[in-house]
């Protein structure tokens, strides 16, 4: 009769059965003891670390879950917005499950020898921690207060190459808002019609936009990914090409799955900002620069503002050349660069971080900087507009 059941469904049938005897702590889940390496172990561990809290009012949200089930070893970690599962190489000798202080859990780990360790836990949720002469005593507890991650049903993936979700978070989500008043602001949009996906993320000073084809068309659909979610995935990823990520959406949660890792994050409700609406191909300027030249002289410019300064750069764009300068408590600078520029000469000021943190993360050689007028933003696009970063200018008095 089992032969005749579908493997994700007698997964999910064991997955329900496990739970079952998790939250009405049947024996199943005491006398745990596994064995994994060292490595494996940490590695495992750091990754769910970034769904623990470092303070919560819940202190059970403060551990990680061990899981040994048929299925293999699992570390788990919520913190209700955020919650990771991810599996550890290792050897089974009797399956349970514990809940572990995940901070003390973790610098236990990180201090081992590198050889196997084995882990067991009693009745009482006693955990030994062993490896080579180094035995450490902890106690654990029940995870049956430990809050289940969403269930998200797996239909209709997005799939992107990891190194794809990686390049595309870095260079969105430094122009997310850190300021936490304002939700929609914290998160990115990922806007997907048909064969099409832009990531924007915007703090109201910039906005930064990367489109990306995708293999097959999906259904339309707009969905707000907290920054601090796609940040920690990131982290995580390991960048190669050849991996890929498969990314499930529900009304409240998505939920990314790759290499043997489950995060999955309660997405921000609200409408993002109509940025089509901001966007302009109309320009009275155009530059066209070496980026690495332009990077270096605002960095050479920045070694004269202060942290608590709000002092702008001027740029001044005249018979093909950028002028660059700076004046502050601290000293003033001026640079000149050579450029190929179109149309009307042009002052205007910029906050440097802001022009830094758009350059760093664009591949190409030379940028193409759009420019109307000292008081409306620039823009920093390819051809193709598979990045667009819109800058808003600072009022500079231009006899300073």
């Known amino acids: 009769m089992i032969s005749t059941i579908s493997q994700p469904l007698l997964l999910r049938l064991l997955k329900i059965y496990y739970i079952y005897l998790y939250k009405n702590g049947k024996g199943v889940y005491s006398h745990m003891k596994i064995q994994c390496q060292k490595s494996d172990l940490l590695n495992s561990v750091n990754i769910v670390l970034k769904a623990v809290p470092a303070k919560s009012t819940m202190p059970i949200l403060e551990c990680l879950i061990i899981e040994s089930t048929s299925l293999g070893i699992k570390l788990i970690a919520n913190d209700m917005e955020l919650g990771i599962e991810t599996m550890v190489k290792g050897n089974i000798l009797e399956e349970g499950t514990v809940a572990l202080n995940a901070k003390v859990f973790s610098e236990i780990v990180r201090r081992l020898p590198e050889n196997e360790v084995s882990i067991y836990t009693d009745e009482n ?16 507890r029940s995870g049956g207060e430990f809050p289940l991650l969403p269930e998200v049903e797996k239909n209709n993936p997005i799939t992107l190459s990891q190194f794809t979700l990686k390049e595309v978070i870095r260079q969105t989500v430094f122009s997310i808002s850190d300021n936490e008043s304002n939700k929609i602001m914290a998160g990115e949009l990922f806007d997907i019609k048909k064969n ?59 939920l990314f799955e790759f290499d043997e890792t489950i995060v999955v994050t309660r997405l921000i409700e609200g409408e993002y900002y109509r940025i089509d609406q901001m966007l302009s191909s109309d320009y009275e300027t155009k530059v066209t ?53 179109e149309g009307k000469d042009i002052i205007i000021g910029f906050n440097p971080k802001f022009l830094t943190d758009a350059l760093r993360v664009i591949d190409d050689e030379t940028v193409d900087i759009y420019l109307i007028n000292p008081k409306m933003p620039c823009f920093i696009r390819d051809k193709d507009e598979s990045y667009i970063y819109l800058i808003l200018p600072i009022n500079i008095n231009v006899a300073s």
Do not use: Q, W
């Open 125 to 140: 949720y006693m955990t030994e921690i062993i490896c080579e002469k180094a035995k450490f005593s902890i106690a654990g």
């Open 289 to 341: 620069i070496n980026k690495k030249e332009l990077l270096s002289c605002i960095d050479r410019a920045s070694l004269l503002i202060r942290e608590t300064d709000k002092k702008p750069i001027i740029i001044r764009i005249g018979d093909n050349n950028l002028e660059l300068n700076i004046n502050t408590a601290i000293g003033s600078m001026n640079e000149n660069i050579d450029i190929v520029m």
């Open 196 to 254: 099409e996906l832009r990531v924007i993320s915007l703090d109201g000073h910039r906005i930064s936009i990367r489109k990306i084809k995708l293999n097959e068309e999906y259904e339309d659909k707009k969905i707000i990914i907290p920054g601090k979610t796609l940040n920690e995935i990131s982290k995580i990823l390991s960048g190669e090409a050849s991996s890929t990520v498969e990314i499930f959406f529900t009304d409240k949660h998505a």
